[in-house]
């Protein structure tokens, strides 16, 4: 996959490698997600400006398991 394909959030660090079909996020652990999952999980809490994924037109519609569930 070309790099031109990957961007890095310099505030969240995070991957997003554009594809067809719906961008996907690689976390520093766990699977690949969505723009919509980095969202709830990561860049909804950043107050820093440089956030490459506060776009709601990218980010789409969030769902509730796109949030961090509590480990039971
Ligand atoms: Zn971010």
Redesign the pocket.
Known sequence: MPEANVQV?P??T?KIVKSIGGDQVLFSSGPPGTRAK?TAR??QF?TKEG????NPALVGEIRPDDYYKPQL
Do not use: H
């Open positions: 959030c505030v969240c995070v980095l990561v860049c950043v956030c490459i994924n506060k």
